[in-house]
């Protein structure tokens, strides 16, 4: 099969959907399909080409003023507009016979181009983004309640906490926000399937999405090369000799990096606190950091290896998303490499992590602070939740199993387009 794979993020520098497109390229390329890669660069002063891991990744360029919700319009509206040609004259002239769309960005204007081009067109959905502006589902940081609807009156209430004081300006600008929504839905309803990454993000398509109400929605975790994550992880030296407990991850509030400090304080945690990962609560983890009267060590952003080679040697690790994840590459990394788990149960972290059989889930910081209590105490526990999250990994996620899945599903989609 020829496959075009429009996606918005794909390495060296991006995060866990950039990661699972560029294992989903591995598989199908190494199943024998020729693959073509395409990458919006919203910002960039040029188009152009680049290399990675023997990929071309052909990258298009687009304004993006660094105005707030100005630049939305642009990374949205006015990119569609523009990309929907350029990937239609690809999907002509590189005679493509299946469309796959990785996210936001690269979705509506590759379902466009599918269409017109005669092919098939698979999306891949893998965080809130169809169901919700900001794609998170939380609509208050102090709570754990998640947002009911993406209505203007919701919407009116989210602006608050992200804007700020300057939240009376963006009020005007709820009717854009509720139309570009509506928007992405429609487009998305139009693919010939949706890839849903977890039996969460399937579920809120089905509750909060009636556009999608006809359309094809395959539940397909993302995929995980575990032998090259592995021998990756265990090519680096251990880089702190002593047990300590880690934490990985964007520091901002839907991650819940905050959350850390009242659970290590409830579980007396005498190892150190690795934190790895920057953001924009950068400051306010530092300030809680010094308050707190532990070992915290904060790395900032480390690439990929230095990164796995701190989650390879971790004690455990703690996970307190306070938003609903969809499938998070963390846990599923920390599962392969069988590092015991402590985490919120949000989202799609259900389909990882199994409390008390592949790790330890909470609902509160005060629940989870007395999981991580019970994993630095509990040797055996550790290792028990070790080897079953290491065993349920490579049967459920590994890339061999999960690419083939998605090319049987290419296969189904061509066959019905050409009957």
């Keep these: 099969m020829r496959i075009l794979i429009a996606t918005d993020a794909f390495p060296p520098n991006c995060g866990g959907s950039g990661w699972s497109t560029y294992e989903l390229a591995r598989g199908l390329q190494a199943r024998g399909h020729g693959l073509v890669i395409v990458q919006p660069r919203p910002g960039a002063a040029a188009s152009g080409t680049r290399e990675y891991d023997g990929f071309a990744i052909r990258q298009f360029a687009s304004a993006a003023p660094n105005v707030p919700f100005v630049r939305n319009y642009f990374k949205n509206e006015r990119l569609y507009a523009r990309l929907r040609p350029w990937l239609s004259d690809i999907v002509r002239r590189e005679r493509i016979d299946i469309v796959h769309a990785q996210h936001v960005l690269t979705t509506p204007p590759a379902i466009e181009a599918a269409r017109l081009g005669g092919v098939p067109v698979v999306c891949t959905v893998r965080d809130y983004w169809p169901v919700c502006y900001w794609s998170d589902l939380v609509h208050d940081y102090a709570s754990d309640d998640l947002c009911p609807g993406c209505s203007r009156s919701m919407m009116r209430r989210c602006i608050r ?29 139009r693919a010939d399937a949706v890839v849903a990454v977890s039996s969460a993000i399937a579920r809120d398509l089905g509750e909060r999405a009636p556009e999608l109400a006809a359309t094809r929605v395959e539940c397909i975790p993302n995929p995980v090369d575990i032998a090259g994550l592995r021998r990756i992880a265990d090519s680096r030296p251990a880089p702190l000799e002593a047990p300590y407990a880690l934490f990985v991850g964007k520091l ?168």
């Design 252 to 419: 901002a509030p839907n991650k819940g990096v905050t959350r850390l400090f009242p659970a290590i304080a409830r579980a007396r945690l005498g190892w150190p606190l690795v934190i790895v990962g920057d953001g924009p609560d950068r400051r306010e983890v530092e300030r809680l950091a010094a308050a707190s009267g532990r070992d915290v060590r904060l790395t900032g952003w480390l690439p990929r290896e230095d990164a796995l080679a701190w989650l390879r040697h971790a004690s455990l690790l703690v996970f307190p998303s306070h938003g609903p994840e969809s499938l998070s590459r963390v846990l599923l990394e920390a599962a392969a490499l069988g590092v015991p788990i402590a985490a919120m149960n949000t989202g799609g972290t259900g389909d990882i992590v199994q409390h008390e059989v592949t790790g330890l889930l909470s609902r509160t910081a005060e629940a989870l602070g007395d999981d991580v209590s019970r994993l630095v105490v509990d040797g055996a526990l550790r290792e028990r939740l070790s080897s079953a999250a290491r065993s349920n990994v490579e049967r459920t996620f590994d890339s061999a199993a999960v690419v083939g899945r998605i090319e049987t599903l290419y296969q189904q989609l061509i066959e019905a387009r050409s009957a």
């Design 161 to 189: 906490p992200r804007a700020g004081c300057a939240w009376p300006l963006a009020v005007p600008l709820v009717p854009y926000m509720s139309a570009n929504l509506a928007r992405k839905r429609q487009a998305l309803a």
